[in-house]
């Protein structure tokens, strides 16, 4: 994308367990040792995204939206805000009314975090973005203070609703969130998709 060889994308991910250190570290935010988590069979990780720890795995949509920041005018500030508005809006397909807060990125509901945005930026081009807790387990979360904040409970799209939710439903809902506070859909692909095209 830097090259100019390629447009702007759309990585949609379900990773495994990993504990991710941004570029603020956040060793610190760990309330459990780094034994416990290989016996937990979970990976601890730096990343070059913005921000402390979080916890990322399966049935948490992450989204890598690769773009190019400048050629579509917006600022930081503005992507941030619409990344927030694009999980808001797929929070409210589901009926969940999230918003934002003034003082920590990411999207609420009432005090519990439901989705959380970790920034990247080279020569204009943003990459990193989102992770949208959809039916995860929530424990992990609970052996660190996510994203540095301490005493913050996480939350997900299945407990808010309090019933069953297929990923494939919820990845539908965030692309058709994406496309329209985007102002254009960006075609999802796998890595080894968007690689090929290179």
């Keep these: 994308r830097l090259a100019g060889r390629c447009g702007d994308a759309l990585l949609l991910l379900e990773p495994p367990p990993v504990f991710t250190l941004g570029r603020h570290g956040g060793r610190e935010h760990l309330m459990v040792d780094e034994a416990f988590l290989v016996r937990a069979g ?3 990780v730096s990343a070059s995204r913005g921000g402390s720890v979080t916890y990322h795995g399966p049935g948490q949509l992450v989204a890598y939206p690769i773009v190019h920041l400048a050629r579509r005018r917006l600022g930081v500030a503005d992507y941030v805000a619409a990344l927030e508005d694009v999980m ?3 929070a409210a397909h589901f009926g969940v009314a999230a918003v934002r807060s003034a003082r920590n990125p990411g999207v609420w509901v009432g005090p519990r975090k439901l989705g959380s945005v970790g920034l990247c930026l080279r020569r204009g081009v943003a990459f990193h973005g989102l992770a949208l807790n959809a039916v995860n387990d929530l424990t992990p979360f609970g052996w660190v203070n996510p994203c540095g904040l301490a005493g ?7 407990r808010e609703t309090g019933r069953p939710l297929s990923m494939a439903v919820v990845r539908e809902a965030f692309k058709a969130a994406f496309a329209t506070v985007l102002e254009g859909a960006l075609e999802p692909c796998t890595l080894e998709d968007w690689k090929a095209r290179l």
């Design 152 to 158: 913050v409970e996480m939350t997900s799209l299945a």
């Design 42 to 44: 979970v990976d601890l």
């Design 88 to 90: 808001r809006a797929t």
